[in-house]
Nanobody
Framework: QVQLEESGGGLVQAGDSLRVSCAASGRTFSNYYMGWFRQAPGKEREFVAVVGTSGRTLDYADSVKGRFTISRDNAKNTVYLQMNNLKPEDTAVYYC????????????????WGQGIQVTVSS
């Protein structure tokens, strides 16, 4: 029902900033909580941030709090993740995901996923 596509990743140096975007198909984007997750090689998929349907409810993992900002533009069916002061440990494939239920930090709660986009931070 909902298809997601990430964009905006790339290779940056520690301390740089990057914004990744996730474009959603369909006409019901505003009905979904939208989350960002990431997965580094050899590690489990990790919660990064989530934004509620209107953009008012926000939550972040402790590891990114104060550096990352999640936002959404329902008119454009797009969710964003602004990443500032990037660190090498932020290197991962970043995924956006959609949930038609309530807030959750667990991947199993999200029904729709993008293909992921690589973010690499060098030191």
């Amino acid at each position: 029902q909902v298809q997601l596509e990430e964009s905006g990743g790339g290779l940056v140096q520690a301390g740089d900033s990057l914004r990744v975007s996730c474009a959603a198909s369909g006409r019901t984007f505003s009905n979904y909580y939208m989350g960002w997750f990431r997965q580094a090689p050899g590690k489990e998929r990790e919660f990064v941030a989530v934004v509620g349907t209107s953009g008012r409810t926000l939550d972040y993992a402790d590891s990114v709090k104060g550096r990352f900002t999640i936002s959404r533009d329902n008119a454009k069916n797009t969710v964003y993740l602004q990443m500032n002061n990037l660190k090498p440990e932020d290197t991962a494939v970043y995924y956006c995901a959609a949930s038609n239920s309530w807030y959750s930090r667990t991947p199993a709660s999200y029904a729709y996923w993008g293909q992921g986009i690589q973010v690499t931070v060098s030191s």
